[in-house]
């Protein structure tokens, strides 16, 4: 099943179904034109994993970590399905990065690999956008990660058994492919992944991970729509407005 959250025709806030193009609530069904998809989840964080693919590390210069390598984003980061982002202006690098979402559906602390499965609600696509001005000027990458909007994910949580292991991660911009990945390339798997972050935080329900990116990330132009499509999963869609 995909998990749709909405705005209704009247305004209401639903958390529905979605099918085959349409969304479905209390046995009421929507074409996409007559709702607002909003973001699947309201995450209290979202955990970003850096340098999880050896070619994304390769592409900028970096070593694979010897451990996650783990940073934050707030909910003030979180954007929707078919939304305009608008960037920092006066950048001369903001980047698209494709990445598999991982929803959590429990409060957990302190998993082990072996049962992580077990807090997963399920899969979502993410854009973890970066202005890397910024980025490499700072440690904690506040300036260059957590900016306004700087995390548009959905368009659906879909349930695990949707997404293969070796789902495909990719990325297109204007149409044209970018990034073409998969979910095997990762050198920390998503068991691996809470285990390690459940050692230092309480995940709450609704939080997301975000898995890290393939290789071919690059720059962002005012006016670019970007799809991110990972298998299994409902393509994200979202434009980008740089002031």
Known sequence: MYHVRFRDPAGAVRRGEWTDGTVRFAGVEYGLDEVDVLAPVEPSKIVCIGRNYADHAAEHGADVPDRPMLFLKGPNTVASHGDTVTLPAGKEQLDWEAELGVVIGEQCKDVDADDAMDVVAGFTCVNDLSNRDDQREEQNWVRGKAFDGAAPMGPVVADPEHVPSDAAVRLRVNGETKQDGSRDQMVFGVEEL??????????????????????????????????????????LEHEVRIP
Do not use: H, K
């Not at 962002?220 to 299994?232: F, N, Q, S, T």
């Open 194 to 235: 809470i285990a390690e972050i459940t050692t230092y935080l309480t995940l709450e329900p609704g939080d997301v991970i975000a898995t890290g990116t393939p290789e071919g990330v690059g720059g962002l132009a005012d006016g670019d729509r970007v799809e991110v499509d990972v298998e299994g999963i409902p393509t």
